[in-house]
């Protein structure tokens, strides 16, 4: 059973990216041949899962997708599912110009404030960090944070790769910089002042 995903079957996506989706699958139908033939017992669904797959690695490179796809056939006996894949593409170093997810994560959680002045390594770092909530970010455990920017981080990731524009950010006025200075003061004092109500001080 050998089935490639074709040109007009993806017109979304470039020839490269459908070629190494399809280079992917070819290699696992050799390195995982029972395995293999056990999960894609057609060819409608080996389609589908290529489908899938090139829905969900296209904001990769051709080379990242292929070092990812070895790094799992040297390292693992079993046929890899699409969320082991893409954490192989995220540690693969295909110089994409997009920081992989645990790289995006420290960006986010380290970031200085205004958010909008920060020199962000990509746009899409400061918009996964802004829909999961920089305060999350700041506070919570890495446990709780990590996963929800990560879905948010691929989400944003994959929009970007399919032509979506994301806003540029506006830097803060010297203005907005001090009413931020400002505020992390007040919330200071404001901390100062809950503690000794509560008895703390």
């Known amino acids: 059973m050998s089935s490639e995903i074709e040109a007009g079957q993806a017109n979304n996506y470039s020839p490269e990216l459908i070629d190494a989706i ?59 599912t699409l969320n ?29 404030s205004p958010k909008s002045s920060v020199k962000w390594s990509h746009i899409a770092v400061y918009y996964a960090g802004e829909e999961t909530g920089w305060y999350k970010l700041r506070n919570d455990a890495t446990s709780v944070s990590y996963p929800i920017f990560l879905e ?15 806003p540029s950010l506006v830097p803060a006025t010297k203005k907005d910089k001090i009413e931020s200075k400002l505020s992390n003061e007040q919330l200071i004092i404001k901390l100062k002042m809950l503690k000794k109500e509560l008895g703390f001080d």
């Open 84 to 112: 082991r894949m893409l954490e192989c593409c995220e540690m693969s170093d295909g110089n994409s110009e997009l920081p992989s997810s645990e790289k995006a994560y420290k960006e986010a959680c380290t970031a200085g």
């Open 22 to 80: 399809n280079k992917v699958f070819a290699l696992f139908r050799v390195n995982y041949h029972n395995q293999f033939y056990s999960a894609y017992t057609d060819t409608d669904l080996l389609n589908q899962a290529k489908r899938l797959w090139l829905d969900t690695l296209c904001y990769f490179s051709e080379k990242q997708i292929l070092q990812g796809a070895k790094k799992i056939i040297s390292t693992s006996e079993y046929l890899p």
């Open 152 to 166: 948010n981080y691929r989400r944003i990731c994959s929009e970007i790769s399919q032509g979506k524009k994301m």
